[in-house]
């Protein structure tokens, strides 16, 4: 049905489609913003470590002094590190590799596809599957994270295409680089060999019984061809683990047992409907309906011992699930480590449906071919009108997430780069352009370039002990991962946004960090002492007491509610507690001002709230205090309303700052 150069012309104009619609999406995010970003913090890790290695020739994350196995994916490091030789600019980098590793996923899915539908004269089917891959709004934002994952994309549709044609040095090779590209690649090479063992020993036993009376193993399961590829891959999988031995003494990056560390705790129940739903809802309704299809009918044909084609891909998709379920039950940033499975996905989902609509057309019995055609071609449209929709839906989302990291990572770290000394020592949980674009040397909190932090993890202590030996100066800390509650930060992100990135001055004996459980029980006893419920909000903060006593928001809200009850010397003793720990805490401040009022000492409260507001005239909750000590204590709803208009004054300019 097609010619060569005209099949070469219909994939040149599929691939650029797909470089046009990340285009698209690209410079809807930067017409948006005004900058350039991506969606989350991790490209910038890879960037590091890039950067280092093209500046110092050392794999490492300062300059050429901290050498570490850090990087998940060296492989794409060392493109990274590859590609600063043609440009210094990061984000130009980042995108362009990243959507040249999805162009050439997107070659090998047509030609997994076409040789899969091949069989049945169904070439339109093939060339959908990679105008699929390439219109889904996962992969396009994947192409455009700044991450590893279209060439780990790229590389595992690598590997089953020379699987499938049986070409040992491709293989080898395409095996190889997988595992450089990110560790999971060792679930493939077991999908890989259940495949042979099966195509081998299940169904070539019953193709062979009635050939041969010789049913030797080597005669059963000829894997003659996979010599050069199992050398290829030994060898390079040897380098891989001889480099994380040198770099970090582990046979896996450092970010592998650190994720597992921080991450392989809780989600589990959870985990797989979040999973069903990411490869079910919306757009991928249809193709779901495929692959229920494809996989009944794959049943049938191991229950017939027939071959299975898309065995590998299967079995690849469901270790992925059973991998993550078990050790890193999150599913998250898009739920990008499971991105990996939709490609598999997609093809399965197709080869359901071409099963489906050539029974259809079979039952039917019109026009016999032209109506599997018709159907086909029905069923391929809904699906490219629903995948492109949904992209091009997800391109608000996209900016947004890119806004959402540029504001507390990528503004800390320039706000640290122009406000600390160079020898500044930053600990920070966050590590990508927090040493990107800061140049200060990170400690970092959770280990993913900091090995000897990985043991420590749980522990305050232990983590303040790291903190010491490694000489940290300031802290950059998301609040809802690591709060510091007795200093008062010396810059920070907007309050009345999720997750507050805010610096500290680190002092190793009086900086106090609290737990995240803690953390937790101060916002949820914040709520119920918000919606009126005194009792429970006390429960809870008694519970967070006994944790951390030295926690003095635990203090303060505990004298909320001993105030909301009216018992004011109780909330005096709660509000002094807070202060002698953080003797900054403006609450804590206006909480004293607020007894003062309650015990009819009203012109003492008012002048301790308008020092207040001399100390911190950008403060609002101070002119909001000050407007209802006037309002309920004074009866002047003139100067009330004057401090109220302050407020939403200073809450309007946090809003657009």
């Known amino acids: 049905m097609f010619t060569d150069r005209l099949r070469l012309v219909l994939v040149a104009g599929v691939l650029v489609l797909g470089a046009?619609?990340?285009?698209?999406?690209?410079?809807?995010?930067?017409?948006?913003?005004?900058?350039?970003?991506?969606?989350?913090?991790?490209?910038?890790?890879?960037?590091?470590?890039?950067?280092?290695?093209?500046?110092?020739?050392?794999?490492?994350?300062?300059?050429?002094?901290?050498?570490?196995?850090?990087?998940?994916?060296?492989?794409?490091?060392?493109?990274?590190a590859l590609g600063f030789f043609l440009t210094d600019?990061?984000?130009?980098?980042?995108?362009?590799?990243?959507?040249?590793?999805?162009?050439?996923?997107?070659?090998?899915?047509?030609?997994?596809?076409?040789?899969?539908?091949?069989?049945?004269?169904?070439?339109?089917?093939?060339?959908?599957?990679p105008i699929l891959l390439l219109l889904e709004m996962r992969m396009q934002w994947a192409a455009l994270s700044g991450m590893e994952t279209t060439l780990f994309m790229a590389l595992l549709l690598a590997v089953m295409y020379s699987y499938t044609m049986q070409k040992p040095v491709h293989l080898g090779v395409a095996s190889g680089l997988l595992l450089w590209a990110r560790p999971e690649a060792v679930i493939m090479f077991i999908a890989v060999a259940l495949d042979v063992v099966y195509h081998g020993l299940w169904v070539g036993s019953s193709t062979h019984k009635a050939k041969t009376k010789h049913t030797s193993l080597q005669r059963r399961l000829d894997l003659s061809w996979l010599k050069r590829s199992t050398i290829i891959l030994a060898a390079l999988t040897m380098l891989y683990a001889l480099f994380n031995l040198?770099?970090?003494?582990?046979?896996?990056?450092?970010t592998f047992s650190a994720k597992?560390?921080?991450?392989?705790?809780?989600?589990?129940?959870?985990?797989?409907?979040?999973?069903?739903?990411?490869?079910?809802?919306?757009?991928?309704?249809?193709?779901?309906?495929?692959?229920?299809?494809?996989?009944?009918?794959?049943?049938?044909?191991?229950?017939?011992?027939?071959?299975?084609?898309?065995?590998?891909?299967?079995?690849?998709?469901?270790?992925?699930?059973?991998?993550?379920?078990?050790?890193?039950?999150?599913?998250?940033?898009?739920?990008?480590y499971m991105m990996p499975v939709v490609p598999f996905f997609v093809l399965v989902g197709l080869d359901g449906l071409v099963r489906a609509t050539e029974k259809i057309a079979a039952l039917v019995q019109i026009a016999g071919k032209r109506t599997a055609w018709v159907l086909h071609g029905v069923v391929i449209t809904?699906?490219?009108?629903?995948?492109?929709?949904?992209?091009?839906?997800?391109?608000?989302?996209?900016?947004?997430?890119c806004r959402y990291i540029h504001d507390r990572q990528v503004r800390t770290a320039l706000w640290l780069r122009d406000n600390t000394p160079p020898s500044a020592v930053i600990g920070t949980h966050d590590i990508g352009a927090m040493a990107f674009y800061s140049g200060r040397r990170i400690a970092d909190m959770v280990g993913l370039v900091s090995p000897e932090m990985i043991e420590r993890i749980g522990s305050l202590e232990r983590l303040r002990?790291?903190?010491?030996?490694?000489?940290?100066?300031?802290?950059?800390?998301?609040?809802?991962?690591?709060?510091?509650?007795?200093?008062?930060?010396?810059?920070?992100?907007?309050?009345?946004?999720?997750?507050?990135?805010?610096?500290?001055?680190?002092?190793?004996?009086?900086?106090?960090?609290?737990?995240?459980?803690?953390?937790?029980?101060?916002?949820?006893?914040?709520?119920?002492?918000?919606?009126?419920?005194?009792q429970i909000a006390s429960d809870i903060l008694q519970r967070a007491l006994q944790v951390d006593p030295q926690n003095s928001k635990v203090h303060h809200l505990i004298g909320m509610v001993y105030l909301t009850s009216g018992r004011t010397a109780a909330a005096r003793a709660s509000f002094e507690t807070a202060l002698r720990l953080y003797p900054d805490f403006l609450e804590a401040q206006i909480g004293l001002a607020q007894v003062l009022a309650r015990e009819n000492k009203v012109e003492e409260a008012v002048e301790r709230l308008q020092t207040l507001a001399h100390q911190r005239p950008d403060s609002p909750i101070?002119?909001?205090?000050?407007?209802?000590?006037?309002?309920?204590?004074?009866?002047?709803?003139?100067?009330?309303?004057?401090?109220?208009?302050?407020?939403?004054?200073?809450i309007q300019m946090q809003q657009t700052q």
Do not use: C
């Open 246 to 254: 040198l770099l970090s003494g582990s046979l896996f990056p450092n």
């Open 89 to 129: 600019n990061e984000m130009v980098l980042s995108y362009v590799l990243g959507v040249a590793l999805l162009l050439v996923a997107a070659v090998y899915m047509f030609k997994i596809a076409e040789r899969l539908f091949a069989a049945r004269s169904q070439t339109i089917v093939a060339f959908s599957a």
């Open 622 to 650: 101070v002119y909001r205090a000050l407007a209802d000590v006037y309002r309920y204590f004074k009866g002047d709803s003139t100067q009330a309303q004057a401090y109220m208009e302050r407020f939403h004054q200073l």
């Open 20 to 80: 046009l619609g990340s285009y698209l999406i690209a410079a809807h995010a930067f017409s948006t913003n005004g900058f350039f970003s991506f969606p989350l913090d991790d490209p910038w890790i890879h960037l590091q470590f890039a950067k280092n290695l093209h500046d110092y020739g050392s794999f490492s994350y300062y300059k050429n002094e901290m050498v570490t196995a850090g990087s998940t994916s060296p492989l794409y490091t060392f493109l990274l």
């Open 260 to 336: 597992l560390k921080y991450y392989g705790i809780g989600g589990k129940t959870l985990f797989p409907s979040q999973v069903f739903h990411f490869l079910t809802d919306g757009h991928m309704m249809v193709i779901a309906l495929g692959i229920a299809i494809g996989l009944v009918s794959m049943v049938v044909d191991l229950l017939k011992r027939r071959p299975l084609p898309l065995l590998a891909v299967v079995l690849f998709s469901v270790g992925m699930f059973v991998a993550y379920w078990w050790k890193l039950p999150y599913l998250y940033q898009e739920g990008r």
């Open 382 to 401: 809904v699906l490219i009108v629903q995948f492109a929709l949904a992209t091009w839906g997800k391109r608000a989302e996209y900016a947004f997430m």
């Open 465 to 534: 002990q790291f903190l010491v030996e490694k000489k940290v100066t300031h802290l950059a800390l998301l609040r809802n991962w690591f709060e510091v509650v007795n200093q008062t930060p010396l810059y920070k992100t907007n309050e009345r946004e999720p997750e507050i990135m805010e610096v500290f001055a680190f002092d190793p004996h009086t900086t106090h960090i609290t737990s995240q459980d803690v953390t937790r029980a101060v916002e949820v006893a914040a709520q119920y002492l918000y919606q009126g419920q005194g």
